[in-house]
């Protein structure tokens, strides 16, 4: 597979209102836009870095999987993604190299990319998702 760059860094967090000062206003990136996955119960907001950006991820539901997440580990650092040319093609690879998936199909992400998590267990308790934007 091809891996191009790191596309985002998501970051778990209570609250986008909150935590977005501390990229606005102390690092001086630019907030581009907040969406809302509601398949994820999450909002998502978009501080582009050049090819790549951070996001913030918080959760809209107490039962969203973002919540429990930071329930049980805190705010942080949630995932890593990295973009992939073509996403059908990565993940048939990592199958046939017998790595657990969490998604074995793409679904639909913020931005209206297409995404796919790696199993933690791969990486040594990071989660991985991979991500093709058109
Ligand atoms: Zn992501």
Do not use: W
């Not at 970051?11 to 907040?34: N, P, R, W």
């Not at 509601?38 to 969203?64: C, Y």
């Not at 990295?82 to 074995?104: C, P, Q, S, T």
């Amino acid at each position: 597979m091809k891996i191009k760059h790191i596309d985002h860094i998501g970051i778990a967090v209570k609250s986008i209102d909150q935590a977005a000062k501390f990229y606005t206003d102390v690092l001086g990136l630019k907030l581009e836009g907040i969406e809302n996955v509601a398949e994820q119960k999450v909002n998502v907001a978009f501080f582009p870095i050049t090819d790549s950006e951070v996001e913030l991820v918080e959760s809209t539901h107490p039962d969203g999987p973002v919540a429990k997440y930071i329930e049980s580990r805190g705010e942080g650092v949630q995932h890593i993604a990295f973009r992939v040319e073509n996403i059908e093609e990565a993940l048939e690879e990592l199958k046939a190299k017998g790595v657990r998936l969490i998604d074995e199909k793409p679904r639909k992400g913020a931005g209206g990319a297409k995404i796919a998590f790696i199993h933690p267990k791969e990486t040594n308790g990071v989660l991985v998702e991979l991500c093709q934007r058109d």
